[in-house]
């Protein structure tokens, strides 16, 4: 089954080996491998020594495709058989395509139904086969680095993919021969790289400037958890808009104007490329340009020159992080730390305008373009169990349902089966009496409906709940699973804040065959189980009416004629008789018969009430005021 992954190095009684797992950063632009080697994160280089790969695949009709930077440089010279930033096409439908890559300069197949398929010499090929070619790439390299198969990867993802996306990079995955371990939100790999989750509880920003895309990410870690609070930023905004801001200031410079051809527009781009990067660490860049007229052009472009030509992307970046922070309800200076991931990150007036927006210097003691890498590699390792035993159990997925009992010996679930983790639900209960002040919170794990069919976690007490009538205090339960399979569950009366929780390890002892009996047994049980929980719910209900009308009959009976007391008196007796049966629906129904016997007493005590309190006070006190 594929909904378990239950890692326990430290029951192993075999001698240590280490297992093999990378994390792969699938970038629009530049694609790594990272593993963690004798306790540090590293990423792997090439045969000749480059980390990046091009995420740029070349396909011909008669040979296998080209993958990277020799697929990058050819780009001019074969344009629609050479796809690059298929990472926006991903999980993207025909139809998406059409409207979303209309820019892109590769001939698609029609709008119908299915995966956006692209036409090359090679035939039609699916965004996910073009990802796969990266990824195959990437795995041989790792596995020749390594010397071995490797047990599976970690693959970061943008925050903001949907299902869909997120589908299309694990079918790829799959294709490429690699065994997904998790997918992991590349804002969430960054923080995981610096280590934010061992640090302080609070806020984080990630900013993340690549080639063709710009994404912001507002985190809150919580007890080891990364939630992302908003997410946002310009998926046209990126690195290649500064060399297109150089090129063109060039060809004005340079008298070419935009009468360049396609080819000399293409050195140009590569020039402004090359200038913008050596930028990064000079204070000017020399530019040289043979004319079509065969004269030379020269100039430098200085750092000066070239802040004022990028201004403008900047700003559009620091907006993107204003709305996402007013997304989030947050000001700049709530924010903890700000992290610089992406290539484009590295040229400095990104760094000193994003330092003065959040009035913080921003963390980038790695280098930005391998950050994401670095932290997936690092979430790998602890996944396939490289860790001390104190981190031995994790979980992709939670692979049994965990709640809390209800009255009636029922489980209400909180968080279902198959959810993934990290996660953090809350539901809201009540109380079930009048001026109950304490409550009992029984966490379960299971999938069947009654408390005695599932399996008992914890068992802890909320008290201080201010005396109120049955139903009027609010008790909000969350259920919190972090990424090594932690539950922790808190509970807290929500007008005076009084809390209490507990802490668990839900899947510990467990082996996979147990999951997988509770879950026969749960569908073995599923239709008697139904009926249970109804006659359960209706016995609670049941209850709760009869004792309530108890209450009210001992507090004002003298509201009543003997008649109309009789007629009541004889609904609750057939109400209490039936309680006891096994008839969910005849209890509704004689639970709805006293329903509308005692509707009228309730409205008089209703009136009744409000005379008390209205006669408690001197009539001034309520037409101050109007
Ligand atoms: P992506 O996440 O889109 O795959 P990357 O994070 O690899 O992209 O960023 C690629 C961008 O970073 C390119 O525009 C590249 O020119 C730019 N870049 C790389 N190194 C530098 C540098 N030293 N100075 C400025 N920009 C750089
Ligand atoms: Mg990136």
Redesign the pocket.
């Known amino acids: 089954m594929a909904f378990l992954q239950i890692v326990e190095p430290g029951l192993s009684t075999a001698p240590h080996q280490h297992r093999f797992a990378v994390g792969i950063d699938l970038?629009?632009?530049?694609?790594l491998v990272a593993t963690v080697r004798s306790g540090s994160a590293e990423t792997l280089p090439d045969a000749s020594g480059s980390h990046?790969l091009p995420?740029v695949v070349r396909y011909f009709a008669d040979q296998p495709p080209q993958v990277g930077q020799k697929a990058r440089d050819s780009a001019g010279d074969d344009p629609l058989n050479t796809i690059a930033s298929i990472k926006r096409l991903m999980g993207r439908g025909r139809c998406d395509v059409r409207r979303t890559g209309s820019h892109l300069p590769y001939e698609f197949a029609g709008c119908e139904e299915g995966m956006a398929v692209l036409k090359t010499a090679a035939g039609e090929v699916s965004p996910v086969a073009v990802s796969a070619e990266v990824l195959k790439v990437l795995k041989d390299r790792a596995e020749s680095a390594l010397g071995g198969e490797l047990v599976g990867v970690v693959i970061t993802v943008p925050a903001y993919f949907d299902d869909a996306q997120r589908q299309a990079t694990k079918d790829a995955a799959y294709l490429a021969g690699l065994k997904v371990l998790r997918l992991l939100n590349e804002p969430t790999a960054a923080a995981v790289a610096y280590g934010l989750d061992r640090g302080s509880e609070g806020v984080h920003a990630i900013y993340?400037l690549?080639?063709?895309?710009f994404d912001i990410s507002i985190l809150h870690l919580h007890h080891g958890v990364f939630e992302v609070m908003a997410t946002g930023g310009d998926s046209a905004l990126?690195?290649?808009d500064?060399?297109h801001a150089i090129a063109e200031w060039i060809l004005v410079q340079s008298g070419v104007g935009d009468g360049g051809d396609h080819h000399l527009v293409r050195q140009v781009l590569e020039m402004a490329?090359i200038a913008?990067?050596e930028l990064?660490t000079q204070a000017s860049a020399p530019l040289q340009l043979t004319l079509p007229n065969g004269a030379v052009w020269q100039e430098a472009l200085t750092r000066a020159t070239f802040d004022s030509l990028i201004d403008p992307l900047v700003t559009r970046t620091l907006h993107a992080c204003q709305r996402t922070l007013r997304d989030a309800g947050l000001s700049p200076v709530e924010v903890k730390n700000v992290v610089l991931v992406?290539?484009?990150t590295?040229?400095p007036r990104v760094r000193a305008r994003v330092a003065e927006l959040f009035g913080r210097e921003p963390i980038a003691d790695l280098d930005?373009?391998r950050v994401v890498a670095l932290g997936a590699a690092i979430q790998a390792d602890i996944l396939v169990g490289n860790k001390p035993a104190d981190e031995m159990l994790l979980l992709d997925v939670i692979p049994l349902s965990l709640g809390i009992e209800t009255m009636g010996g029922l489980v209400e679930k909180v968080i279902p089966r198959n959810t993934t983790i990290p996660v953090a639900r809350s539901q809201d209960f009540t109380t079930f009496k009048d001026g109950q002040t304490a409550m009992v919170i029984r966490v379960l794990q299971g999938e069947r409906e009654l408390v005695r069919d599932c399996r008992s976690l914890a068992r802890f007490e909320l008290r201080g709940i201010p005396p109120l009538v049955a139903g009027a205090a609010r008790i909000r339960v969350t259920f919190q699973v972090d990424a090594d399979g932690l539950l922790n569950v808190s509970a807290q009366e929500l007008s005076t804040g009084v809390r209490s929780s507990v802490q668990v390890k839900p899947s510990y002892g467990l082996t996979e065959a147990e999951v997988e009996q509770m879950l026969r047994d749960s569908l073995d049980h599923a239709r008697e189980d139904v009926d249970v929980r109804n006659l359960r719910e209706q016995q609670v209900e049941a209850d709760r009416v009869l004792e309530s009308l108890a209450h009210a009959l001992s507090a004002d009976a003298a509201l009543l004629s003997a008649s109309e007391r009789n007629v009541i008196d004889a609904a609750a007796a057939e109400v209490a008789r039936l309680r006891h049966g096994t008839d969910h629906r005849a209890i509704h129904g004689v639970l709805e018969q006293l329903e509308r016997v005692s509707q009228e007493f309730a409205a008089r005590r209703m009136n009744r009430s409000i005379q008390k309190v209205l006669t408690g006070h001197r009539l001034t006190e309520f037409s101050e005021g109007i």
């Open positions: 970038g629009t632009t530049n694609s990046l995420s993340d690549g080639g063709g895309t990126g690195g290649d500064m060399d490329r913008k990067e990064t992406g290539g484009a590295r040229v930005p373009d």
